[in-house]
């Protein structure tokens, strides 16, 4: 079903490219920037393509990369990706009822996401109903993640392995928005299907918030029957930047079964804080997030799953050059620095006192050209330090990636 | 296009490439004689990629629920107890309990020999019989095995000498250990009423890799195989949770893992330091240089070495006797650990040292002050040295 729909809509989309011909078939529905966006409007804030009179816009976005990395002297050579080709489908279906979706091919297609699948009804701008396939809104960059609106080719760790991003499951919620002067408040609310046990039973030897991603059956049924509760807030000032405080938690186990008990309920609770802005003296643009974790790990289980976890990043971009370039009128050329940090294990050694390590601590320094706000090619060193859960000496990797990133 | 812009693409590609192209900002690898971990020398290229495979299946290999895991067990990998294949951490110490002299373990039907203290969501883990006597043991560094395990036979016991017959106080002798009921005989096996001579484990109780190996997978996971198919839950015989070509490709990685090198061995403090060590007579059971036999492997094959090791027993006094023992050593005897990446063995043990059979030694000297029964002349002798002199012993061990 999920291959149909994905069919469909590169034909749809191979249409629209036929119809590129003759510019009257089509329209470019650039996103409003004179409006006080914040993260949950990112999946609104997406250039999309209509054609003709075909009730439904287009778009979507493509990364290519390349990679360079050693780890301790030793290098795997240079590797070319493609990490992601995401196609957005978006429907007006009636007035204030709306219809958005983002299905994502990763990895040359190896993995197809179904990323968001909504349907959004506006009772009023302060209670709007959404219900599908959500992106819960815990941290900013779970549901701002789209590839081009960013300076680095690597996602946080932190966003990406503790959150992680981009996580979404079905569920029912509300949202809604209230502007006055220069400031808008905004929250979230919802119920969904949540996390399974792989959380702390996974290949990567350490509480794996990803690992739960595999289970595809989280978009048919809960694996426990508890639901997954998300709740957001942020408010935005269009000075002063956004700042969100989310949380999200739920049980993540399977405790009972065919009316058994098989444990007690164990839970995994995440609360995040995210902000973003831009300088106006400068044009300096700020975007950071921080995430703590809390897991309900059985005391019998070993110490190797963490039962807290937190990290975070800070990304500077500084735009230095914004002029005509090589034809492109909005073209411009940025630097940026990006500092992350995930500690997968906080905690001490039951049996020695020592602090529990597992960390990743890394610098990103990167440049950047936009021929266009809607497409990034970006070169980046990554300097990461990952130690191990006994704290020994840091395997330090590091390399180079070149890519491009684009809406289409 | 101006040529303003021509240049600063220009620019930026050059950038590009130069930054592709410099090496110097990419990590180092350490110096060899830094790691424990990489392969023996003289690897052929099947070799080579067949330690390759027991490498991803020693360290990247987790176990989980699902492949196995459990349901009792202390570690979910290989690579959890061996960090960069160096010592272990007391995170990872495993107890052994129920024999508290010759006659055999009498807890094997309450879950001896090993405690599996951590459990599956669900499950409760192993607890400590009531009345039994336990040991906890510091998993090891796996470096050089392949070396020790191809020393012959006859070779250990011209080092052994169970009457002190020399009168010298030492008296190493091997732990003669029934053979598990499966793998090989050495070529060169020496045989004594039925037992062999174990040569692994703190109290040589493992005859060898292939023993050590089926059974970690076994009480350290719980993890069934052809070799070892009881399942440390049930006590029943299960399916094999890992196929035999994947145990043997560990024993093989374990087999070949490189012996460690000795860092500023020309050092003047070292030089020094290693004489005393000889004049103490510490070498009388760290012996300092082995030879092996003929290995299948030839990178190993009649090779001298330096692992500081008799792979004997030695009664070690009232003090290190935990009142628990394995095969035909007594409590008090434990085999002499090798001295080979002593000094590195904080780069695995998280910045700090774990040292004696469980780590209760938190430093080399530490180390040498707990040594007791045989080895009592040898720290009598080490307390006499002067402040300098003794630091240059200890430079000498870390050294190795």
Same mark, same amino acid.
């Given at each position: 079903?999920?291959?149909?729909?994905?069919?469909?809509?590169?034909?749809?989309?191979?249409?629209?490219?036929?119809?590129?011909?003759?510019?009257?078939?089509? *329209?470019?529905?650039?996103?409003?920037?004179?409006?006080?966006?914040?993260?949950?409007?990112?999946?609104?804030?997406?250039?999309?393509?209509?054609?003709?009179?075909?009730?439904?816009?287009?778009?979507?976005?493509?990364?290519?990369?390349?990679?360079?990395?050693?780890?301790?002297?030793?290098?795997?050579?240079?590797?070319?990706?493609?990490?992601? %080709?995401?196609?957005?489908?978006?429907?007006?279906?009636?007035?204030?009822? *709306?219809?958005?979706?983002?299905?994502?091919?990763?990895?040359?297609?190896?993995?197809?996401?179904?990323?968001?699948?909504?349907?959004?009804?506006?009772?009023?701008? %302060?209670?709007?109903?959404?219900?599908?396939?959500?992106?819960?809104?815990?941290?900013?960059?779970?549901?701002?993640?789209?590839?081009?609106?960013?300076?680095? &080719?690597?996602?946080?760790?932190?966003?990406?392995?503790?959150?992680?991003?981009?996580?979404?499951?079905?569920?029912?919620?509300?949202?809604?928005?209230?502007?006055?002067?220069?400031?808008?408040?905004?929250?979230?609310?919802?119920?969904?299907?949540?996390?399974?046990?792989?959380?702390?039973?996974?290949?990567?030897?350490?509480?794996?918030?990803?690992?739960?991603?595999?289970?595809?059956?989280?978009?048919?049924?809960?694996?426990?029957?508890?639901?997954?509760?998300?709740?957001?807030?942020?408010?935005?000032?269009?000075?002063?930047?956004?700042?969100? &405080?989310?949380?999200?938690?739920?049980?993540?186990?399977?405790?009972?079964?065919?009316?058994?008990?098989?444990?007690?309920?164990?839970?995994?609770?995440?609360?995040?804080?995210?902000?973003?802005?831009?300088?106006?003296?400068?044009?300096?643009?700020?975007?950071?997030?921080?995430?703590?974790?809390? &897991?309900?790990?059985?005391?019998?289980?070993?110490?190797?799953?963490?039962?807290?976890?937190?990290?975070?990043?800070?990304?500077?971009?500084?735009?230095?050059?914004?002029?005509?370039?090589?034809?492109?009128?909005?073209?411009? &050329?940025?630097?940026?620095?990006?500092?992350?940090?995930?500690?997968?294990?906080?905690?001490?050694?039951?049996?020695?006192?020592?602090?529990?390590?597992?960390?990743?601590?890394?610098?990103?320094?990167?440049?950047?050209?936009?021929?266009?706000?809607?497409?990034?090619?970006?070169?980046?060193?990554?300097?990461?330090?990952?130690?191990?859960?006994?704290?020994?000496?840091?395997?330090?990797?590091?390399?180079?990636?070149?890519?491009?990133?684009?809406?289409? | 296009?101006?040529?303003?812009?021509?240049?600063?693409?220009?620019?930026?590609?050059?950038?590009?490439?130069?930054?592709?192209?410099?090496?110097?900002?990419?990590?180092?690898?350490?110096?060899?004689?830094?790691?424990?971990?990489?392969?023996? $020398?003289?690897?052929?290229?099947?070799?080579?990629?067949?330690?390759?495979?027991?490498?991803? $299946?020693?360290?990247?290999?987790?176990?989980? $629920?699902?492949?196995?895991?459990?349901?009792?067990?202390?570690?979910?990998?290989?690579?959890?107890?061996?960090?960069?294949?160096?010592?272990?951490?007391?995170?990872?110490?495993?107890?052994?309990?129920?024999?508290?002299?010759?006659?055999?373990?009498?807890?094997?039907?309450?879950?001896?020999?090993?405690?599996?203290?951590?459990?599956?969501?669900?499950?409760?883990?192993?607890?400590?019989?009531?009345?039994? +006597?336990?040991?906890?043991?510091?998993?090891?560094?796996? +470096?050089?095995?392949?070396?020790?395990?191809?020393?012959?036979?006859?070779?250990?016991?011209?080092?052994?000498?169970?009457?002190?017959?020399?009168?010298?106080?030492?008296?190493?002798?091997?732990?003669?250990?029934?053979?598990?009921?499966?793998? !090989?005989?050495?070529?060169?096996?020496?045989?004594?009423?039925?037992?062999?001579?174990?040569?692994?484990?703190?109290?040589?109780?493992?005859?060898?890799?292939?023993?050590?190996?089926?059974? $970690?997978?076994?009480?350290?996971?719980?993890?069934?195989?052809?070799?070892?198919?009881?399942? +440390?839950?049930?006590?029943?015989?299960?399916?094999?949770?890992?196929?035999? !070509?994947?145990?043997?490709?560990?024993?093989?990685?374990?087999?070949?893992?490189?012996?460690?090198?000795?860092?500023?061995?020309?050092?003047?403090?070292?030089?020094?330091?290693?004489?005393?060590?000889?004049?103490?007579?510490?070498?009388?059971?760290?012996?300092?240089?082995?030879?092996?036999?003929? !290995?299948?492997?030839?990178?190993?094959?009649?090779?001298?070495?330096?692992?500081?090791?008799?792979?004997?027993?030695?009664?070690?006094?009232?003090?290190?006797?935990?009142?628990?023992?394995?095969? +035909?050593?007594?409590?008090?005897?434990?085999?002499?650990?090798?001295?080979?990446?002593?000094?590195?063995?904080?780069?695995?043990?998280?910045?700090?040292?774990?040292?004696?059979?469980?780590?209760?030694?938190?430093?080399?000297?530490?180390?040498?002050?707990?040594?007791?029964?045989?080895?009592?002349? !040898?720290?009598?002798?080490?307390?006499?040295?002067?402040?300098?002199?003794?630091?240059?012993?200890?430079?000498?061990?870390?050294?190795?």
């Amino acid at each position: 079903m999920k291959r149909f729909f994905l069919l469909s809509m590169l034909l749809a989309i191979a249409g629209i490219a036929a119809a590129q011909r003759d510019t009257a078939l089509f *329209k470019r529905i650039v996103p409003d920037s004179g409006r006080l966006h914040m993260n949950m409007d990112a999946v609104y804030n997406r250039p999309f393509v209509q054609a003709g009179k075909l009730p439904a816009t287009l778009g979507g976005y493509v990364e290519a990369n390349s990679a360079y990395f050693s780890e301790n002297g030793v290098s795997e050579g240079l590797s070319f990706q493609l990490p992601r %080709l995401t196609l957005f489908v978006a429907s007006t279906i009636r007035q204030r009822i *709306k219809f958005l979706s983002e299905i994502e091919l990763e990895e040359g297609g190896r993995e197809i996401n179904i990323e968001f699948a909504s349907v959004d009804v506006e009772l009023d701008p %302060l209670l709007n109903f959404r219900g599908g396939i959500i992106m819960n809104p815990i941290g900013a960059f779970n549901q701002n993640h789209d590839g081009p609106k960013w300076e680095f &080719i690597s996602r946080p760790v932190a966003a990406t392995t503790i959150i992680p991003a981009t996580w979404s499951t079905v569920g029912f919620g509300v949202f809604g928005k209230y502007a006055q002067d220069n400031w808008v408040w905004a929250y979230e609310a919802y119920l969904s299907n949540g996390f399974d046990d792989k959380i702390i039973n996974n290949n990567q030897n350490r509480t794996w918030m990803p690992a739960s991603k595999t289970n595809a059956e989280r978009f048919e049924e809960s694996f426990n029957g508890a639901p997954l509760i998300t709740l957001k807030g942020a408010v935005r000032h269009r000075r002063f930047g956004e700042v969100g &405080i989310s949380w999200m938690g739920g049980v993540y186990n399977k405790y009972r079964e065919d009316g058994i008990d098989l444990d007690q309920k164990r839970r995994v609770d995440f609360l995040a804080l995210d902000y973003n802005t831009r300088l106006s003296k400068w044009n300096t643009a700020i975007t950071g997030e921080w995430v703590w974790a809390f &897991i309900g790990v059985p005391p019998t289980y070993t110490q190797q799953y963490g039962r807290r976890q937190q990290g975070g990043f800070i990304d500077l971009v500084q735009p230095v050059i914004q002029q005509p370039m090589l034809g492109w009128n909005q073209a411009t &050329i940025n630097v940026a620095l990006r500092g992350e940090y995930a500690d997968y294990n906080v905690g001490r050694f039951i049996e020695t006192g020592g602090n529990i390590y597992d960390q990743v601590t890394a610098i990103v320094p990167g440049i950047s050209f936009r021929p266009s706000g809607q497409t990034v090619l970006r070169a980046n060193y990554r300097y990461a330090w990952h130690r191990d859960l006994l704290g020994n000496p840091a395997k330090k990797i590091a390399g180079f990636q070149f890519g491009i990133s684009t809406y289409f | 296009m101006s040529n303003k812009y021509i240049w600063a693409t220009g620019v930026i590609l050059l950038l590009v490439i130069a930054m592709m192209a410099c090496q110097k900002m990419l990590p180092r690898a350490p110096a060899d004689d830094r790691l424990l971990d990489g392969p023996v $020398a003289e690897l052929s290229t099947e070799q080579h990629i067949q330690f390759l495979r027991g490498d991803v $299946a020693f360290n990247d290999e987790v176990f989980t $629920a699902e492949t196995g895991l459990g349901p009792l067990f202390i570690a979910t990998s290989c690579g959890s107890c061996h960090a960069g294949d160096g010592k272990g951490h007391p995170f990872t110490t495993l107890t052994r309990f129920g024999q508290p002299d010759t006659l055999g373990n009498r807890f094997l039907q309450r879950g001896g020999p090993q405690l599996q203290h951590r459990a599956l969501p669900g499950f409760l883990p192993e607890q400590l019989p009531a009345g039994a +006597t336990f040991s906890r043991f510091m998993p090891p560094a796996n +470096t050089g095995l392949g070396f020790l395990d191809a020393v012959p036979d006859a070779e250990l016991l011209k080092h052994a000498d169970p009457d002190d017959a020399d009168g010298d106080g030492i008296s190493g002798r091997p732990n003669w250990i029934p053979l598990p009921g499966y793998g !090989s005989l050495r070529p060169d096996a020496i045989q004594r009423n039925g037992r062999y001579i174990g040569r692994f484990g703190k109290k040589a109780a493992v005859y060898d890799l292939l023993q050590q190996t089926a059974s $970690a997978y076994n009480q350290d996971m719980g993890i069934t195989s052809a070799y070892e198919p009881h399942d +440390t839950y049930s006590g029943q015989a299960i399916d094999p949770e890992i196929g035999t !070509s994947k145990v043997l490709d560990v024993v093989f990685y374990l087999k070949t893992l490189k012996a460690p090198l000795q860092r500023n061995a020309e050092n003047p403090e070292v030089k020094a330091g290693r004489q005393l060590f000889l004049e103490l007579r510490c070498s009388s059971c760290h012996v300092p240089e082995l030879k092996t036999g003929y !290995s299948p492997v030839a990178a190993l094959s009649f090779k001298v070495f330096y692992p500081y090791t008799d792979l004997l027993l030695h009664d070690m006094g009232p003090e290190l006797n935990d009142g628990y023992t394995e095969g +035909t050593a007594l409590p008090e005897e434990w085999r002499t650990p090798p001295l080979w990446g002593l000094g590195l063995s904080m780069n695995a043990q998280g910045g700090k040292y774990f040292l004696m059979h469980d780590g209760r030694a938190g430093s080399i000297r530490e180390a040498i002050l707990m040594h007791g029964g045989e080895a009592q002349q !040898s720290r009598n002798r080490f307390r006499q040295l002067t402040e300098p002199e003794q630091q240059q012993l200890l430079w000498f061990l870390e050294s190795l």
